[in-house]
């Protein structure tokens, strides 16, 4: 599911690619930005509000080599473009802002190690659980976890094999279908549990669907029905406090059950805390009550606005609007590093500072002041990026190694090469939606003035465009060089990525020969390739940046046939998220974030989920990979699920559904007094228990 992306470091891609949703109302649409045809070398350019000019008299004296000290070594200030946290309630936030704070005020299960996604480190567990071990029983279907005894929240409640597993039940039950609980639901209560496929606990009431989100309706079922939910739920997450462990029973076996489990939706909390604070409080009887929809009615209780976790941070203060200020647990109960070289004990930064200002010349300024430590540039702004090079004094690669930069007396260091967790691509409809017209597809005929509402369910055509695309002056404009192509449909390093899978590469000969290979004629019997065609694509003409690989596939189709028009055409978003919502665009491009790394977590939106619905794949392209997904999901060892993500992807690349773009490689600017940063693309934000300063 895509997350609300609160912070830069989401993704340079995902903010140049995401449009949301797509598609135009009848009508001809408004056009804010347009190119008319494909002539010339594709630009991409800023728009004058994301470019902020400086001159000599702004700019403050820069330090010096010798200054590199913070003059509070125990505060750091971080500042944000981004809003305020969705909610800090552990169970329902599904963004990155409220993902960051909870991340540092609570523990999970199980942690990553370090700056590996894949890899994962005991936290309130004392063992990652593994066949190994027996942690996971034969059939992987049984996780057990020892749970760390003498830990205690920052209420001073002492951990509970009971709290952990409350919190797992606390948050299926309390549902809600904007929360992330369905990535929780699907392993351990089953996906064919929710026949409506919302992945709610209101699927196990009324497997309709007809109850999702629906709180009054909900308080009104069958009581019988609503104690066997939470039974349900009780019986698969099973607490043993004289022996110290929690147990999950699974539905069905889950490769990714692990990593599902180290996001912040997997935060452990005190119940007891919980159920004075306007949660639930673990009687069966009464979980209905407690159902969730909105967080805006989560934040007028405590679970909302406060946090009580174990984390090596509590929060001391949030001012809507300003900041979030975190302070050190000095009781956190780390006494032995979760990876070589990690901290222990109490924080050694006392105190955070998560500072709201909106205008990127305002960040810059106290940047360049060194009034703050970490400065987010805009979401997807590269500009920005530019505007803070000259003040850099060391570069740093994605090792961590640094070097000195040209001007090694400047105050900044830059880590770059920072792969994302997110990626913008193509997305390709096979059947337009004709009622009451559509303006996207012209004539609605081949006749050179338009396309059939089917176009793209030629493999021909989609593989021809797929030809006709030149990733590498994407890469090189949009991207200012720092990315790479997609290969495959998960992100490099995921299981079943891999460099030698077949790909599309830019091919112009190869392009015409896929349009020649087209059976479409038109009326009079000319070929696609004699005939033409013209096609208006959108974007959200609020982000400039989102007009550029549209640009390059339109120059590149007309420069193989001039006969080939696309006209890119910039539209207010409501208009543009109409047309695509409504199945009107024959090409959208939005972005994914991933929730966990891995495979599933992407194979499934490109073709069961959000993206394979909105671009109405056939039902048999939509069968054959729905096969390698679920054989993906279920198999447990890592060697196999990488040869069954193998023929995922081969499978797709014949299908060619979509055109994979590139994934974006981020940048992180700091005070070079800072020490201990890493960079791990799966964390919502910044974990600032392992930095300190000077």
Aim: proline content about 6%; overall charge negative.
């Amino acid at each position: 599911m895509l997350k609300h992306m609160s912070r830069a470091l989401a993704s340079v891609v995902a903010a140049a690619m995401l449009l949301g949703a797509c598609a135009p109302a009848t009508g001809i649409p408004v056009i804010v930005n347009a190119t008319s045809g494909p002539t010339g070398t594709p630009a991409v350019t800023a728009s004058p509000s994301q470019v902020v000019e400086t001159t000599a008299t702004s700019v403050a004296p820069v330090a010096t080599a010798a200054s590199f000290k913070s003059k509070d070594p125990t505060t750091l200030t971080y500042l944000t473009p981004a809003g305020d946290p969705d909610t800090l309630d552990t169970a329902f936030d599904y963004e990155t802002g409220g993902g960051q704070v909870i991340q540092n005020t609570y523990d999970t299960l199980i942690f990553y190690n370090r700056d590996d996604p894949n890899r994962f480190v005991p936290q309130l567990a004392t063992d990652v659980p593994s066949l190994a071990n027996g942690g996971i029983t034969a059939d992987g279907k049984t996780y057990t976890f020892q749970i760390r005894g003498g830990v205690k929240f920052h209420n001073g409640d002492t951990l509970t094999p009971d709290d952990v597993a409350f919190t797992f039940q606390r948050g299926l039950l309390q549902g809600g279908l904007s929360s992330p609980q369905w990535l929780l639901f699907q392993p351990i209560l089953g996906a064919a549990a929710s026949p409506s496929g919302n992945n709610d606990i209101t699927d196990l009431v009324d497997p309709s669907g007809k109850l999702g989100d629906d709180q009054a309706g909900l308080l009104q079922a069958d009581p019988a029905k609503l104690l066997a939910a939470c039974q349900a739920v009780t019986s698969a997450i099973v607490a043993d406090d004289a022996h110290g462990t929690v147990t999950f029973h699974l539905a069905q076996s889950w490769g990714p059950f692990l990593a599902t489990l180290g996001g912040s939706w997997g935060s452990v909390s005190d119940k007891k805390w919980v159920g004075a604070n306007g949660g639930w409080d673990g009687d069966c009887h009464t979980w209905q009550k407690f159902y969730q929809t909105k967080s805006a009615d989560l934040n007028k209780l405590g679970i909302g606005t406060d946090e009580n976790g174990t984390g090596p941070y509590r929060v001391d203060h949030w001012t809507l609007g300003k900041e979030i200020v975190l302070k050190a647990f000095d009781g956190y109960w780390r006494t032995a590093p979760a990876w070589d070289g990690g901290p222990i004990g109490a924080p050694r930064i006392k105190t955070v500072v998560i500072r709201t200002v909106a205008q990127f010349a305002n960040r810059l300024a106290l940047f360049r002041a060194g009034e703050a430590d970490f400065n987010d540039p805009d979401l997807g702004v590269t500009s920005d990026w530019l505007q803070m090079d000259p003040l850099v004094g060391e570069t740093c690669g994605t090792d961590g190694a640094c070097n000195p930069a040209p001007d090694p007396a400047q105050p900044l260091r830059v880590f770059k090469g920072l792969q994302n967790n997110s990626r913008g691509d193509f997305y390709f409809n096979f059947k337009m939606d004709t009622a009451g017209g559509n303006d996207f597809i012209g004539s609605g005929k081949l006749d050179g003035s338009g396309v059939p509402a089917d176009f793209f369910a030629n493999v021909h055509v989609r593989k021809a465009f797929n030809y006709c695309f030149d990733w590498s002056a994407f890469i090189k404009q949009a991207l200012l060089g720092e990315g790479v192509q997609s290969f495959d449909v998960m992100l490099p390093g995921e299981i079943g990525y891999s460099e030698q899978d077949p790909h599309y590469a830019y091919d112009p000969s190869q392009c015409k020969a896929e349009f020649q290979a087209s059976a479409l004629k038109s009326a009079d019997g000319r070929s696609l390739w004699d005939t033409g065609f013209r096609l208006t694509v959108a974007y959200n003409a609020s982000v400039v940046v989102r007009q550029a690989p549209l640009d390059i596939l339109s120059h590149d189709l007309a420069a193989v046939n001039p006969k080939f028009v696309l006209q890119v055409t910039g539209l207010p978003w409501p208009t543009f998220l109409a047309a695509q919502n409504s199945h009107k665009l024959p090409i959208f491009v939005t972005g994914w974030q991933e929730d966990i790394h891995d495979a599933h977590d992407w194979v499934v939106p490109y073709v069961t989920g959000t993206y394979g619905s909105q671009q109405s794949l056939p039902p048999d392209i939509v069968k054959q990979l729905s096969v390698f997904i679920n054989q993906g999901v279920a198999e447990t060892d890592p060697a196999k699920r990488a040869a069954i993500y193998r023929q995922f992807n081969q499978a797709f690349y014949d299908a060619a559904p979509d055109i994979l773009l590139a994934v974006g490689y981020n940048r992180h600017f700091e005070q070079r007094w800072v020490q201990g940063y890493y960079y791990n693309p799966i964390y919502p934000g910044f974990y600032f228990y392992a930095l300190s300063k000077n």
